[in-house]
């Protein structure tokens, strides 16, 4: 089992709707980021997370540290947030180590 | 607004061939990392390094050599590139040990023939 896992795997929506991705991990974590990757490669950071809520724009990034689990919310999507959205999550105890989620592959319709 | 920054972004190589893969960040980041995605997986760590004149193993080091060549530079070389090493590489840099936001290069896309 992946130490971090993400759903769903693949994501189609249509312009407007409200997007949910979710990651659960099974590891106790300082950290936790929320990256983008866009077609073409380049991955850019959206969030790091230890604990609660941060917002920017129309991206909304929640962690429970209880239920080892986060979810990063797309509200009134576009089709520019058409991308991979990748988790991963930095153990505690000082590791050097970002453990990487698969990604989540959205796909967002006009 | 350069942050990181990888060269080449592409390549091909014969197998047994030998290229270096530079990055340098200008953002006077201490942390510096390797990484490389492969379809169906996540992105896995190659070697890093927490500071100027020191480098680690990561996840998958064997075949790769890394130089920390200062605080902006940190290279990755394939010795003897083989198949298996066809990839997409990535730098990424931060400022202490992945706690803050890390920031990535553009990615190398290497092919090994």
């Known amino acids: 089992k992946n130490e971090v896992e993400q759903s769903p795997q693949n994501l189609t929506a249509q312009e407007g709707e409200f997007i949910t991705i979710n990651c659960s991990y099974s590891v106790g974590i300082s950290a936790l980021h929320w990256l983008q990757q866009h077609p073409g490669g380049g991955i850019v950071s959206l969030f790091m997370?230890?604990?609660g809520k941060k917002k920017h724009g129309r991206l909304i990034a929640t962690i429970n540290i209880q239920e080892k689990h986060s979810s990063l919310h797309i509200t009134a999507s576009h089709p520019r947030d058409s991308a991979v959205y990748i988790c991963a999550v930095r153990a505690q105890g000082g590791s050097e180590k970002l453990v990487f989620g698969k990604g989540t592959k959205l796909t967002v319709n006009p | 607004n350069a942050g990181v920054t990888q060269t080449p972004k592409f390549q091909v190589l014969k197998t047994g061939q030998s290229m270096t893969l530079q990055c340098a960040q200008d953002?006077?980041?201490?942390?510096m990392y390797w990484y490389r995605q492969d379809p169906g997986m996540g992105l896995r760590l190659i070697y890093y390094?927490?500071?100027?004149?020191?480098?680690d193993k990561g996840e998958v080091p064997n075949g790769y050599n890394v130089s920390r060549l200062n605080k902006r530079e940190f290279s990755l070389r394939l010795e003897s590139a083989a198949p298996s090493q066809t990839s997409v590489y990535f730098c990424a840099s931060s400022t202490q040990l992945m706690n803050t936001e890390a920031f990535f290069g553009q990615g190398t896309r290497l092919t090994v023939v």
């Open positions: 953002m006077n980041h201490n942390s």
């Open positions: 997370l230890s604990s």
């Open positions: 390094s927490a500071s100027e004149g020191t480098t």
